[in-house]
């Protein structure tokens, strides 16, 4: 932000701000060449202005804090030791070129994470499924779609009806290719406890994991003598989803 807003004020009339971010891998070679940089992979974060560029003697001096060639009221000269201050807190460094009446140039180099590789081992340890078809009923079109590609990514196959009737017809189409029924029972159209009844009815073994916003739904159920595989409290996470989905399938063969 600091940087970008120098950049604005190097450039009065008009100009071009350019702002890029890619991963970089620091050698021993470029580590010589700078102090600050350690042998390594940063990403950079380059931000390019247009503007009227500085002078050698003034590069010198700008990172130097209340360091400012602008009107009284205009520049306080703390942005730049700031912006270092923050880079230098996570490990990173920055570098500078400039040429007068061109441009200038900052280059913000922070460490980077291996992020990516983590993700990818919790990926692994999630229970996949095996091509089972799953009904995901929720009349919130948002957490349909996040439940269908979630599960689809987790190996399942997916039906989504957003109300009671869909769900209905879905089911007693496709009875006995779907091993689960994913059901939110805050529908609006039809009570949420009649939906399962009738699915109940036209199949008595059916699996049906309800998810609601309220835990006391799940008291409401027991009380109406409701029987269902297994009870989620939204919001609830994609682990815990698919731990529960394969219990039912499994536990309850
Ligand atoms: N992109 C840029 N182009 C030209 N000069 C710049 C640029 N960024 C910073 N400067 C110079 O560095 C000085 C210090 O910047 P900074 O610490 O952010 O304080 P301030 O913006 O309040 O003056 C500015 O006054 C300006 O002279
Ligand atoms: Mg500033």
């Known amino acids: 932000m600091n940087l970008c807003v120098n950049a604005r004020d190097a450039m009065p009339q008009a100009g071009t701000l350019s702002v ?3 991963n970089f891998h620091i050698e021993q070679n470029y580590a010589c060449m700078n102090l600050e940089a350690k042998v390594g ?4 974060i380059t931000l390019s202005d247009t503007g009227c560029g500085m002078l050698q003697e003034l590069l010198e001096r700008i990172f130097e ?3 400012t060639t602008k009107e009284p009221g205009k520049g306080t000269g703390l942005g730049l030791s700031t912006v270092v201050g923050i880079i230098k807190n996570h490990g990173g460094f920055v570098n500078v070129h400039s040429q007068v009446g061109l441009g200038s140039q900052f280059q913000v180099f922070l460490p980077a ?3 990516a590789a983590t993700h990818e081992a919790e990926d692994s340890q999630m229970p996949r499924g095996n091509g089972e078809l799953i009904l995901v009923v929720d009349d919130e079109a948002f957490v349909r779609d ?3 590609t979630s599960l689809q990514q987790f190996n399942y196959k997916v039906l989504v009806a957003s109300d009671s009737f869909e769900a209905f017809s879905l089911y007693v189409q496709n009875k006995n290719e779907i091993s689960v029924v994913l059901m939110d029972i805050q529908m609006p159209s039809m009570d949420g406890l009649n939906t399962i ?6 199949n008595s073994n059916v699996k049906i994991i309800v ?5 006391s739904n799940h008291k409401l159920l027991k009380d109406s003598q409701i029987d269902v595989r297994a009870f989620l409290i939204k919001p609830y996470t994609i682990k ?6 394969k219990e039912v399938i499994v536990v309850n063969k």
Do not use: C
């Open 20 to 22: 890029s971010a890619k």
């Open 41 to 44: 992979d940063y990403v950079l």
């Open 65 to 67: 804090p209340f360091f």
């Open 113 to 115: 994470f291996q992020k």
């Open 146 to 148: 996040v439940a269908k």
């Open 197 to 202: 009844r009738v699915l109940q009815q036209i």
């Open 211 to 215: 998810i609601s916003g309220l835990a």
């Open 240 to 245: 815990e989803l698919l731990n529960t989905i």
